[in-house]
């Protein structure tokens, strides 16, 4: 009676974690973002330089690929998450052109530094739907100042620590707005719950000029049996 109490307690377990691979799979480049990002790549088509099609058609295939071969994965390294999210941007510059500076600084001590796979690029979003998309659609927008990113990943302790600063903060003006609660950041929540339990950090950091989203997490090696 144990041992089939305890099948089915790890059937339950598993057919869970399928459900929130195929959750995670279908969130995280949304059908908005890929419909922007190919109208993005149609309009460059009828007016770029060849070599500028190319290159955008070869990182909306990058991201794609990552998604489906990492989907199943409970880390990769931080220099693969990098690479990801380099590409996230990249179709980013696409749509929004100037109305964005993004920089990223990453310690080479943990380049090779186990992560979950789409840990830094729903921060990243996080900015963009909040902040980004809500600027360019406003009036005036192209008498906006661009909107500031810093992305900061380095080694604390025996941990590793992501953060992404936005200036402005989306916040301002509106206190009852919920900033930070997207389905990329509850997924990246929940993933990392069930792979560190509670020994992760996620919070946001709120002032007058920025907003700031912090991932604290141990950089340890992680079973993909999780």
Do not use: W
């Not at 009676?1 to 480049?29: C, D, F, I, P, W």
Request: aromatic content about 6%.
């Amino acid at each position: 009676e144990t041992t089939a109490l305890l099948e089915r307690q790890q059937s339950k377990a598993a057919v869970e974690l399928a459900k929130q691979q195929m959750q995670l799979m279908q969130s995280q480049l949304s059908p908005h973002f890929l419909f922007n990002s190919l109208s993005s790549i149609s309009f460059l088509a009828r007016s770029a330089e060849p070599i500028v099609q190319v290159d955008a058609i070869a990182k909306l295939g990058n991201l794609l690929r990552f998604t489906i071969e990492n989907a199943s994965r409970s880390t990769i390294t931080v220099h693969e998450e990098l690479q990801f999210a380099e590409d996230y941007l990249g179709l980013q510059s696409l749509r929004f052109g100037d109305r964005f500076v993004c920089d990223i600084s990453c310690d080479s001590l943990v380049h090779g530094a186990p992560c979950p796979p789409f840990s830094l690029q729903p921060m990243l979003e996080n900015v963009f739907r909040h902040v980004v998309e809500q600027i360019a659609d406003g009036e005036e927008a192209s008498a906006k100042s661009p909107v500031n990113i810093r992305a900061i990943v380095e080694q604390r302790g025996t941990d590793v620590f992501m953060s992404v600063r936005n200036s402005p903060n989306p916040s301002v003006g509106d206190p009852g707005k919920e900033v930070g609660s997207g389905t990329g950041m509850k997924s990246l929540r929940a993933r990392l719950t069930h792979i560190y339990g509670d020994a992760f950090s996620l919070r946001h950091q709120a002032s007058p000029e920025n907003f700031c989203v912090e991932l604290l997490f141990p950089n340890r090696a992680v079973s993909d049996a999780l």
